[in-house]
């Protein structure tokens, strides 16, 4: 597997502009294998793009940089579903955008699993795909190229954080879990688990709180009903909505977050860097959402047959209350 790790975004939309004959199905099959129809003049490129839903801030931002990097000025036109996160509605979405025989399809997968049939569908259509954000189970050669963050790794660093805070601290740890079956939750909690292997963390509850504020905020209130504040000492939370749930929770309690309770949360978006400058949060992974402009990029290159990375990986960062403070006011989302 071609692996590339990104630091930068270089595509400009111009690029997107010198691709010829795109609208209606170009005709690359569903890995990208072969070019398209071959026109002479540059034409709209149209992009289904079937995203998760609206459940986080770190999810707006990723639908804002679609849709600025898919944009007209850039030779798209996009065609925009967010699918609440259902998985089922998510797969119709795709069989919409087969029928309406688009030049190519963006999915951010809710889940990992299900996909199969829809991308041979997406495949004998010669549709090409491209994934943004997460992963899924299927077969890589049923899509064209997928470009995101290392889950896995977010897990480690946030699991490497807990190691170090806690030390041979008998720490009690409660885990506010992502979507069921998505891949930045199952990834993140394997991730963690490696790292926190032969600490004195002991995981005493972990649900899912669905990447949800409220999802996040309620599952917390049990496990404060369930345990009591004294007994819990430390929440790590897939992303930073749910950790800004769980903070609402610990101070409806009488409680103060970061430091009766402490937190670890992923995503790094403004709402989160802001409690933990306030020292509501102590440590944050960041997961990048600016992943719109690689997207189109993929998408602009498949359609010109073009080899590309099959996987594209963009680097995170971590950050402490100081380098938040530093940096809080320069970031984009
Ligand atoms: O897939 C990325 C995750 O999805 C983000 O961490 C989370 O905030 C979002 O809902």
Redesign the pocket.
């Known amino acids: 597997m071609r692996k590339t790790l990104l630091t930068t975004i270089a595509f400009t939309g111009a690029a997107a502009l010198t691709l010829s004959g795109c609208s209606g199905n170009g005709n690359a099959d569903a890995s990208g294998d072969t070019g398209t129809d071959g026109g002479g003049a540059a034409e709209t490129i149209t992009v289904g793009f079937a995203q998760?839903g609206a459940?986080?801030?770190?999810?707006s931002a990723n639908t804002e940089s679609m849709q600025n990097a898919f944009s007209e000025e850039n030779g798209f036109e996009l065609i925009f579903n967010a699918a609440d996160n259902d998985p089922a509605a998510q797969i119709s979405a795709v069989r919409n955008f087969i029928n309406q025989d688009v030049d190519a399809i963006v999915i951010?997968p809710v889940v990992e699993d299900g996909w199969d049939d829809v991308l041979e569908e997406a495949a004998e259509a010669e549709i090409p795909v491209i994934l943004e954000?997460?992963t899924v189970s299927a077969s890589e050669d049923l899509y064209a190229a997928w470009v995101g963050?290392d889950f896995h790794e977010e897990g480690v660093m946030a699991g490497e954080w807990a190691a170090e805070e806690f030390g041979d601290t008998p720490t009690n740890m409660v885990v506010l879990e992502?979507t069921t079956g998505?891949?930045?939750a199952n990834e993140r909690a394997a991730g963690f688990d490696e790292a926190i292997e032969g600490s004195a963390i002991e995981t005493i509850d972990s649900q899912t709180g669905d990447?949800t504020r409220d999802g996040g905020k309620s599952v917390m209130e049990g496990y404060i009903s369930n345990y009591g504040v004294e007994d819990i000492d430390l929440v790590y939370a897939?992303?930073?909505?749910m950790g800004l749930g769980a903070i609402e929770a610990i101070e409806a309690a009488g409680a103060t977050p970061g430091e009766d309770i402490k937190i670890v949360t992923?995503?790094a978006v403004k709402d989160g860097m802001q409690a933990l400058v306030d020292g509501k949060i102590n440590f944050i992974v960041e997961?990048n959402p600016m992943l719109g402009e690689l997207a189109a990029e993929l998408v602009t290159d498949v359609l010109a047959g073009e080899e590309v990375e099959k996987t594209v990986y963009v680097e995170d960062q971590t950050f402490t209350q100081e380098q938040a403070a530093e940096v809080i006011d320069s970031r984009p989302y």
């Open positions: 998760t459940e986080s801030g770190w999810r951010a954000d997460r963050l992502g998505s891949a930045p990447f897939h992303n930073d909505d992923i995503d997961c």
